[in-house]
């Protein structure tokens, strides 16, 4: 039986990375073991594991030690540093981006790390006698995917995904993210969450090694028992997000602020972050003093508590206002339970937030654009919001639930695990 070996920027601590909860039992059922590298030692433990899943933290921090051994590293890996180094800035002067002296700067940083890395990961897996048949998995396409493409162990494969905030650079504040060609080189595949993001990546590197495929994330939606509702009333909005520039809560403050309406409007928002004072110091000043708007940050929530909430109250829109996305789980939550969503047009979430599912908006758009979809859907016939919940729901269970999209990620990731055994026989 085979070892899958998943390296995660955070899982299982923290709260910003709860992707993978829906996604490990299904290989808990394929694999003989699983090892966890999350590369966090900050925070604590936030998702309950089977004992059976080894978890070890890798400090992404040079340590005193590691700062002692990282010479000897460097020298070890000389020749691949500047291999590596030499065909990254080749390959983007060869189409026409000339790296600048602090992207250079990032580049060399990024492929230490990625030694560092990759160093650390042999010493786990001789640490558990590991030698052979192992599916190296990234779950994004940064210093794990990084790291992964510089291992060679016997029958093995290497995989990542490949979301959003690891994918378009032009987003990032450096507008660079390195090495997508490495790993498009040395990767055997990179599975997209959307087709957007493939075929963004695919004009970015051009013919490579790996298999480029579509494999979308998915959600379980949980069967709650009959529960009484929690007493909300009025047009209820929902967003859910962290509270950081790139999501844009203000736009929805702004939107808010602009609706005329008799009816009572409640808001609420799940998600914390480092825009949380400033946030509802805003929402205060604005939508605070209205009779008919209401609103509340619940902070920090657990999704299945998030889940229940959708269940127990009849939330009738929820809204996505993000600068750059992939495709958010947070929409297909949303959708599993009936909710129609107004969200922009960035990324993958063409292809989650479809006609009569809800509508999109520009990625530049204004408050009072969003405002106008606000008010279309609180003038709605019940009849017309109706057909909108049902398609809503259509989209979550026909193209991401989780019962059908990660067997069939295992299934794709076993044909290439055996292809590659066969060929290297």
């Not at 990767?187 to 495929?213: M, R």
């Not at 909005?237 to 009816?263: D, F, G, H, Y």
């Amino acid at each position: 039986m085979k070892t899958l070996v998943l390296i995660t920027s955070n899982y299982p601590f923290g709260t910003s990375e709860p992707f993978p909860d829906e996604e490990l039992p299904y290989h808990q059922k394929e694999f003989s073991k699983i090892i966890i590298i999350a590369q966090n030692t900050r925070d604590e433990q936030t998702h309950i594991l089977s004992p059976e899943i080894k978890i070890y933290r890798y400090n992404t921090t040079t340590s005193f030690t590691g700062f002692l051994k990282l010479p000897f590293l460097l020298l070890k890996n000389l020749c691949t540093i500047t291999r590596m180094f030499k065909e990254e800035t080749g390959f983007r002067r060869d189409h026409g981006f000339n790296l600048k002296t602090n992207q250079r700067s990032f580049l060399t940083k990024k492929i230490i790390k990625a030694v560092q890395l990759s160093d650390y990961i042999k010493s786990v897996l001789s640490k558990e006698n590991i030698a052979s048949e192992i599916v190296f998995y990234s779950y994004w396409l940064n210093s794990g995917a990084h790291a992964i493409g510089m291992l060679d162990y016997e029958k093995s494969i290497k995989i990542s995904r490949a979301h959003g905030s690891d994918l378009y650079e032009e987003k990032t504040e450096r507008g660079y993210l390195p090495l997508l060609r490495f790993v498009s080189e040395r990767l055997d595949s990179v599975f997209f969450i959307s087709e957007h993001g493939k075929n963004f990546f695919s004009s970015k590197t051009g013919t490579c090694k790996a298999q480029l495929k579509v494999s979308r994330l998915g959600m379980n939606r949980p069967e709650f028992p009959e529960d009484i509702s929690s007493g909300i009333s009025g047009f209820i909005i929902v967003s859910c997000s962290n509270l950081v520039p790139l999501k844009r809560i203000n736009l929805i403050i702004e939107a808010l602020n602009l609706l005329q309406t008799e009816r009572e409007v409640f808001w609420v928002h799940f998600g914390s972050g480092i825009l949380g004072n400033v946030l509802k110091r805003m929402a205060s000043e604005t939508i605070g003093s209205s009779k008919k708007i209401r609103y509340e940050f619940r902070g920090y929530i657990p999704a299945d508590e998030i889940l229940r909430y959708y269940s127990r109250n009849r939330i009738n829109l929820f809204l996505n206002t993000s600068s750059t996305e992939g495709v958010p789980v947070s929409i297909m939550e949303a959708q599993s339970f009936g909710i129609p969503v107004i969200a922009t047009n960035v990324g993958g979430v063409s292809e989650i937030v479809t006609e009569g599912t809800g509508f999109l908006l520009p990625a530049d758009f204004k408050p009072e654009e969003l405002a106008d979809k606000i008010k279309l859907f609180m003038n709605m016939k019940p009849e017309e919001e109706s057909r909108f919940c049902e398609r809503a729901f259509a989209s979550w269970n026909q193209k991401f639930n989780a019962a059908v999209n990660y067997p069939e990620f295992i299934s794709i990731v076993n044909s290439i695990f055996e292809k590659s055994i066969k060929e290297n026989d």
